[in-house]
């Protein structure tokens, strides 16, 4: 393990004893001012600044410390010799995770132990409980940062942008506000039926997310060192959180139909998501469907595979999922739930799909890699909020539907309606390609 040349690197680089011996003055400060304040003399507030501290240390600054370990490659210009080097993608991945964050992890050692030997009234288990979803927490946080600068590697080659670690903090927070909202109003939740203890639920799904995190950063260094990998992981990410999500809806002694219903349409959410999640932040080569046609015709099954790119095998997934919706438009309907009776809509939700990816490789095609992103989300809003918005306000509500259908009340005309803005956007994305990609063949 320590034979890994980029651990040893990173712990050259982060392993001083002036830092450990400065951390650990500054943190034995803390925690004897703490103990001066603490008037019933417990221990419980020394223990529970431990824990605050757990977070500014392990999980604020030690994620900012695992993306910022590729982003200063990027500035040094030393992150395209990485790129050449022998190292493989795992022991690239986890010397990042393990090297770049060792002070951040000290620190935060020091402080859960101080929570557990000075918590008074939760069991040695529970506070060993506690300590586990801490840890699981901080791999969880630095694992996504490295993701997140991965993805930004895209955007600015000189590790300048702060854009993807604004997009981390976001979607930090969003996972924090669904765990606070989701496990906060009972001390048991219901997941298929079942009763489980909120705590012990809790840490199971931080652990299962801090490996799924992990093993995205792997496989998004695979793509960044140019190693052919297939989308067997990013599909096995969308079952998995299909089935966790599902979960919370299945009743007990839920019928199969009903089952199968709503893991349909909460397949078809992930699925959905997780294409325009890849579509945004991962490479879009414009060359892409030509090689897969090469593909094809040579019956390059494994080639094929290796070079799909992530949003499409997101978006076949989407499909399988929308036809599974439709067929369930012939099975009674069980409750009023909106995910429980999308039906016929699943089909013009999967259009919108299609449509917003062929606005999206309209501009990507546009021979200039700037404002790509931009332009298309400006544009996508005015489709779906602004300009319905000024035609219902003016009483036009008819047609505004041209623009945005209602897929709920009138699921078959606005299957129609999208069907055509997937016609016209594609073929003026087809155009664009003949006219700034395929040229290139004869270059």
């Known amino acids: 393990m320590i034979l890994n040349p980029e651990l040893r690197r990173n712990l050259i680089l982060e392993c001083n004893t002036h830092r450990f011996i400065l951390v650990g003055g500054v943190l034995a400060g803390v925690f004897t001012l703490v103990s001066l304040f603490d008037s019933r003399g417990s221990g419980n507030l020394v223990a529970n600044v431990g824990l605050v501290i757990f977070v500014l240390t392990t999980m604020a600054w030690g994620s900012h410390r695992a993306g910022e370990s590729l982003l200063d490659e990027l500035r040094e210009r030393t992150w395209d010799a990485q790129r050449m080097s022998a190292l493989s993608p795992w022991s690239m991945t986890w010397g990042k995770l393990a090297g770049a964050t060792v002070i951040p992890w000290f620190a935060g050692s020091i402080s859960l132990c101080v929570y557990f030997f000075g918590r008074q009234g939760p069991t040695v288990f529970e506070r ?4 586990a979803t801490c840890i699981a927490a901080g791999i969880l946080v ?3 940062s490295l993701i997140g600068a991965l993805v930004g590697t895209r955007f600015d080659k000189h590790g300048k942008s702060t854009l993807t670690s604004w997009a981390t903090v976001g979607i930090l927070a969003l996972l924090y506000a669904y765990f606070s909202i989701y496990y906060k109003s009972t001390d048991e939740i219901q997941w298929y039926g079942t009763t489980y203890n909120r705590n012990k639920f809790l840490t199971a799904s931080v652990f299962a997310l801090a490996v799924w995190n992990t093993l995205g950063a792997y496989r998004l260094m695979c793509m960044e060192l140019a190693i052919a990998t297939r989308p067997w992981a990013w599909i096995s990410f969308m079952l998995y959180l299909t089935i966790y999500f599902t979960g919370s809806y299945i009743p007990p002694d839920c019928p199969l139909t009903r089952a199968i219903g709503l893991a349909a349409a ?7 998501g997780a294409t325009y999640l890849s579509a945004f932040a991962l490479y879009r080569d414009p ?3 030509r090689r897969l046609k090469t593909y094809v015709e040579n019956s390059s099954q494994r080639r094929f595979f290796e070079d799909m790119p992530a949003w499409m095998a997101s978006l076949t997934v989407a499909a399988l999922c929308m036809l599974v919706c439709v067929a369930m438009h012939f099975a009674p309907e069980y409750s009023s739930l909106r995910i429980e009776n999308v039906r016929l809509g699943a089909i013009a939700i999967w259009l919108y799909a299609i449509r917003d990816l062929a606005v999206l490789f309209y501009f990507t ?3 200039t890699s ?4 931009s332009s298309t989300i400006i544009l996508l809003a005015l489709l779906y909020w602004a300009l319905p918005s000024i035609l219902e306000s003016t009483g036009l509500q008819n047609l505004s539907w041209l623009i945005r259908p209602p897929i709920w009340d009138q699921p078959m005309l606005s299957i129609g309606i999208i069907g055509v803005q997937v016609i016209i956007f594609s073929a003026l994305c087809l155009q664009r390609y003949r006219q700034h990609i395929s040229p290139m063949r004869f270059s």
């Open 128 to 131: 060993l409980e506690v300590i």
């Open 365 to 367: 095609y546009s021979g």
């Open 142 to 144: 630095q694992s996504l």
């Open 266 to 272: 909460m397949g078809l959410v992930v699925s959905i």
């Open 370 to 373: 700037k404002r790509v992103e």
């Open 287 to 289: 060359l892409t469907f």
